[in-house]
C-alpha cells in the first residue's frame, strides 16, 4: 500500500499542486493567470532529466536550451519555432518529467496522464503566442531526439547494449553536454525566453 493510499491528509483535492511561488493551482483546470514562465524555468532547471540516473544533475531546462539552439542554428536566425523547442517540455513545470518508458506504460494502461499533459502543454504554447505550434512538431522532435542521443553518449556511458541499441539510428546533435548547476541554467532559459518572445 502507498502513502497516499494510507494518507490523504495533506492533498486538498485530487491534481492539486503547490507552485514555486506559493500559489495553489488545479491542474484539471489550470488558468492562463496560473502559468508563470519563471515557475516554469526555475522548476524545469532544478527537475533532473532520466528520472537522476545519470553521472551529475542534468536539468530538463538545460535539455529545452539545447533543443533551442539546435533549431536557431538549423534556421540560422532566432525563430518562433526555437521558442516551441525552448518550451516543448513546459508543462513538466506541473505534472513532473517523466522517462518516456512510463509515459508510455501509463498510456497503455488508460491513464489520463497524457491527455492532461498534452492539454497543459498546449495551453503553455497558446498562452506564449504559439498558435501554431503544430506546425513545429516535426522540427522539435528531431532535436529532442538527437539531444536525446547526446545526453546519452556522454550521461549514460555505461547504458546497457539494448538501449544502446534502441537509439542507434538516431544521430548526435552535436552538443557538447556542459554540466551546469541550476543557479545557472535558469537564467539562460529565461534569456532565450524573453529574446525569442520578441519576434512577430
Do not use: T
Not at 105 to 124: H, M, R, T, V
Not at 158 to 175: K, T, W
Amino acid at each position: 500500500m502507498s502513502i497516499v493510499e494510507e494518507d490523504r491528509s495533506l492533498v486538498r483535492d485530487s491534481w492539486d499542486i503547490g507552485l514555486s511561488n506559493g500559489r495553489l493551482v488545479d491542474l484539471c483546470n489550470l488558468r492562463d493567470d496560473e502559468i508563470d514562465i519563471e515557475v516554469i524555468a526555475h522548476s524545469l532547471s532544478l527537475q533532473c532529466r532520466y528520472m537522476g540516473h545519470v553521472k551529475h544533475h542534468y536539468s530538463v531546462a538545460q535539455h529545452c536550451i539545447y533543443v533551442c539552439d539546435c533549431i536557431i542554428k538549423e534556421n540560422r536566425v532566432d525563430c518562433r519555432e526555437a521558442l516551441a523547442g525552448l518550451l516543448h517540455d513546459a508543462s513538466e513545470a506541473y505534472l513532473h518529467d517523466l522517462v518516456r518508458a512510463i509515459k508510455v506504460g501509463l498510456l497503455d494502461e488508460g491513464s489520463q496522464w497524457n491527455k492532461l499533459e498534452a492539454k497543459i502543454q498546449k495551453q503553455i504554447f497558446l498562452k506564449y503566442g504559439l498558435h501554431n505550434h503544430q506546425q513545429y512538431h516535426k522540427q522539435i522532435k528531431k532535436w529532442d531526439n538527437r539531444v536525446l542521443r547526446s545526453e546519452i553518449d556522454e550521461l549514460i556511458p555505461h547504458a546497457c547494449p539494448e538501449f544502446r541499441q534502441m537509439i542507434a539510428d538516431i544521430e548526435p546533435s552535436g552538443v557538447v553536454i556542459e554540466k551546469l548547476a541550476p543557479w545557472q541554467v535558469e537564467p539562460m532559459f529565461l534569456e532565450r525566453f524573453h529574446r525569442l518572445c520578441k519576434l512577430s
